[in-house]
C-alpha cells in the first residue's frame, strides 16, 4: 500500500500562484509514476499531469500546459504541483495519484485531496 497526503490547497486570486504538496510512505517511492488529476464542482475527476519515476518525462493536460508544472524530490518522497497564472476554471479539489504508468488508469493510490479556489 502506498498512503498519499496532500497540501497547500487555499485560496488564490486570479493570476495568482500557489504550490501543492503530496508526500507519500508505504513503498518505495522512486518505483512510482506519480501524477495530480482535479475534480471540479459537478463535474467529472481529470487528469492534470503526470511524471516519470526518474523525473525525466512529464505530461501535461492541454488547459495546463505552461502553466502548470509537475515535479518530484524521490529523496523527500513529496510530488510537487506548481501552478502558475491560476484562472478560476482550476478551482478544483485535486487530487495525487500513483501508479505502475503514466495512464491515469493505472493509478492505483489516491490521496484525499486538497481545495484549490480561484477568486475572480
Known amino acids: 500500500q502506498v498512503q498519499l497526503v496532500e497540501s497547500g490547497g487555499g485560496l488564490v486570486q486570479d493570476g495568482g500562484s500557489l504550490r501543492l504538496s503530496c508526500v507519500a510512505s508505504?513503498?518505495?517511492?522512486?518505483?512510482?509514476?506519480m501524477g495530480w488529476f482535479r475534480q471540479a464542482p459537478g463535474k467529472e475527476r481529470e487528469f492534470v499531469a503526470t511524471?516519470?519515476?526518474?523525473?525525466?518525462?512529464?505530461k501535461y493536460a492541454d488547459s495546463v500546459k505552461g502553466r502548470f508544472t509537475i515535479s518530484r524530490d524521490n529523496a523527500k518522497n513529496t510530488v510537487y504541483l506548481q501552478m502558475n497564472r491560476v484562472i478560476p476554471e482550476d478551482t478544483a479539489v485535486y487530487y495525487c495519484?500513483?501508479?505502475?504508468?503514466?495512464?491515469?488508469?493505472?493509478?492505483?493510490?489516491w490521496g484525499k485531496g486538497t481545495l484549490v479556489t480561484v477568486s475572480s
Open positions: 495519484a500513483a501508479g505502475s504508468s503514466l495512464s491515469a488508469s493505472d493509478m492505483n493510490y
Open positions: 508505504g513503498r518505495t517511492f522512486s518505483n512510482y509514476y
Open positions: 511524471i516519470s519515476r526518474s523525473p525525466g518525462y512529464k
